[in-house]
């Protein structure tokens, strides 16, 4: 904690509001992800192809996904520079994730039932 306090206070302005810039698109970038995957869920729809390849004639529902709001909204922009949110074992960590913040709000509305 003490490193990250001295490095903050040696930088400039500048530099601050870049991290802080870099941040925004990364919670923007997870946010987006998240909504897309709960999206998918929703709907029973797979999130990826038998082939993922970029080739393939289907890319997955995921990928298309975000296709589809690109040609929405050309000015969409899923990704940032450091978090692409396209990685199978990030989306498939979000489920496990959503899933466990499901399974506990289930336990606790259970708990709170009167039998």
């Not at 306090?5 to 930088?11: A, G, H, K, S, Y």
């Not at 925004?24 to 999130?47: E, G």
């Amino acid at each position: 904690k003490q490193w990250y306090q001295r490095r903050v206070r040696d930088m400039n302005a500048e530099q601050i509001a870049e991290i802080n810039e870099s941040v925004r698109k990364n919670r923007d970038a997870l946010m987006k992800t998240m909504m897309a995957v709960l999206y998918l869920a929703k709907q029973n729809f797979p999130l990826h192809s038998h082939d993922g390849s970029d080739e393939s004639e289907s890319q997955g529902g995921f990928r298309e996904l975000i296709k589809l709001m690109k040609d929405i909204n050309p000015t969409f922009e899923f990704s940032s520079r450091s978090f692409a949110g396209t990685n199978p074992d990030i989306q498939n960590e979000l489920i496990e994730l959503i899933g466990n913040a499901v399974y506990k709000e289930i336990l606790s509305e259970v708990s709170q039932c009167d039998y």
